[in-house]
T-cell receptor
Framework: NAGVTQTPKFRILKIGQSMTLQCAQD?????MYWYRQDPGMGLKLIYY???????DKGEVPNGYNVSRSTTEDFPLRLELAAPSQTSVYFC?????????FGPGTRLTVL | GESVGLHLPTLSVQEGDNSIINCAYS??????FIWYKQESGKGPQFIID?????DKRQGQRVTVLLNKTVKHLSLQIAATQPGDSAVYFC???????????FGQGTELSVKP
C-alpha cells in the first residue's frame, strides 16, 4: 500500500492565483482530513470528510474548498492565494481515531 | 484556543537518558489520546495511543501515562537515541467523527 500520497511536494504561487492540492489514500478509509502547519506550530484542521460526498469545515476553512467524489481522493482547492496561506499542508486519513498522514505539500505564496 | 497544549516547547536530553514529554488537555470528555512523532520535512507518524479507561500503555521504548484527575498526558522514551530527535505532538479526540485536536508540539533534541 502507498498509504496517503500528496502532490505536489512544493509549489510557489503568486498572490491571486489558484491551485489544487491533491491527496489520495489506498487504505479504504472513510475519514479524510486537511491540515495546515505553520512554522513552529501545531496542526490546524482546514476541512474534513467522513465519506464520499460529505465534507465539513474545520478550524480554519476560509480561503479553501474541498470535494470528496470518491473514497480515495480528497483534493483541497485554493481559489485566490494569499500570503497568509503560505504553509505546509498535510492530508490524513483514518478508519477510526488513528490518522495516517501524507508527506505534505510546502506552499509559498508571494 | 486549543484544548490540548504542551508544557515545554523544547527538550534537550543526552543520548541514553530517558525523555519525558508532557501534555495537558482540557476536555474531560475526551476518551482517546495519541502521540505522534514528526521528523523534519515529514508528516506526523503514530507512536502510541491510549484510551481513557487505561492509565498506562507501553510500546517499544515508549510509555504513555494518562492522569485523568489532572487531565495530564505524558510520553516517556527510554534510552533516547539520536533518531528520536523530532517534534512530538499529543492529540485528543473531539467527540465523534474521528477528529483530533493537536497540541502545539515539543521539539526533542538528543545530544550525542
Amino acid at each position: 500500500n502507498a498509504g496517503v500520497t500528496q502532490t505536489p511536494k512544493f509549489r510557489i504561487l503568486k498572490i491571486g492565483q489558484s491551485m489544487t492540492l491533491q491527496c489520495a489514500q489506498d487504505m479504504n478509509h472513510n475519514y479524510m482530513y486537511w491540515y495546515r502547519q505553520d512554522p513552529g506550530m501545531g496542526l490546524k484542521l482546514i476541512y474534513y470528510s467522513v465519506g464520499a460526498g460529505i465534507t465539513d469545515k474545520g478550524e480554519v476553512p476560509n480561503g479553501y474548498n474541498v470535494s470528496r467524489s470518491t473514497t480515495e481522493d480528497f483534493p483541497l482547492r485554493l481559489e485566490l492565494a494569499a500570503p497568509s496561506q503560505t504553509s505546509v499542508y498535510f492530508c490524513a486519513s483514518s478508519y477510526s481515531y488513528e490518522q495516517f498522514f501524507g508527506p505534505g505539500t510546502r506552499l509559498t505564496v508571494l | 484556543g486549543e484544548s490540548v497544549g504542551l508544557h515545554l516547547p523544547t527538550l534537550s536530553v543526552q543520548e541514553g537518558d530517558n525523555s519525558i514529554i508532557n501534555c495537558a488537555y482540557s476536555n474531560s470528555a475526551s476518551d482517546y489520546f495519541i502521540w505522534y512523532k514528526q521528523e523534519s520535512g515529514k508528516g506526523p507518524q503514530f507512536i502510541i495511543d491510549i484510551r481513557s479507561n487505561m492509565d498506562k500503555r507501553q510500546g517499544q521504548r515508549v510509555t504513555v501515562l494518562l492522569n485523568k484527575t489532572v487531565k495530564h498526558l505524558s510520553l516517556q522514551i527510554a534510552a533516547t537515541q539520536p533518531g528520536d530527535s523530532a517534534v512530538y505532538f499529543c492529540a485528543e479526540n473531539e467527540n465523534q467523527g474521528g477528529k483530533l485536536i493537536f497540541g502545539q508540539g515539543t521539539e526533542l533534541s538528543v545530544k550525542p
